[in-house]
């Protein structure tokens, strides 16, 4: 299984969702695509790197051991608020209980991601990923 449609599937079943698979991957690539159909967790790991304050939830996530969690209200912050509200309607839900099933299920497939340090590796490294994240900063 691919990591979109292990994020469609949790978030389905997380969600409760009523829509078919193919509607929740769109939306999930809209939020977090890169363009094709795919995350872009490299992206997003900057992002969230560049947010100063959970540095240490993304290092949870993307090493071994137990991921940290993030709050919904972090998830409205680093995604956009109008962002996750555009991805609830495309699914059929609100945005808090969007925020809250992303919350949930972005460790899980962020993890699943970095497992053998495939996306650390994409990135040149924590210290290609940190260098990445600071240039947000300038």
Request: hydrophobic residues 40%; aromatic residues 2%; charged residues 15%.
């Amino acid at each position: 299984m691919d990591l979109m449609q292990l994020g469609t599937q949790l978030l389905s079943e997380k969600l409760g969702l009523q829509v078919d698979a193919n509607t929740v991957s769109s939306a999930l690539s809209g939020l977090l695509g890169d363009g094709q159909g795919n995350v872009d967790f490299a992206s997003l790991a900057t992002k969230i790197a560049s947010s100063g304050e959970l540095g240490n939830v993304l290092n949870s996530w993307l090493g071994d051991g137990a991921n940290q969690a993030i709050s919904p209200e972090s998830i409205l912050s680093l995604l956009g608020s109008s962002n996750v509200s555009d991805f609830a309607s495309k699914v059929g839900t609100d945005s808090a209980t969007a925020a809250s099933g992303l919350a949930d299920v972005l460790p899980q497939v962020m993890d699943k991601a970095s497992s053998g340090g495939s996306l650390l590796e994409s990135v040149g490294g924590l210290g290609g990923l940190m260098g990445a994240a600071s240039s947000f900063l300038k």
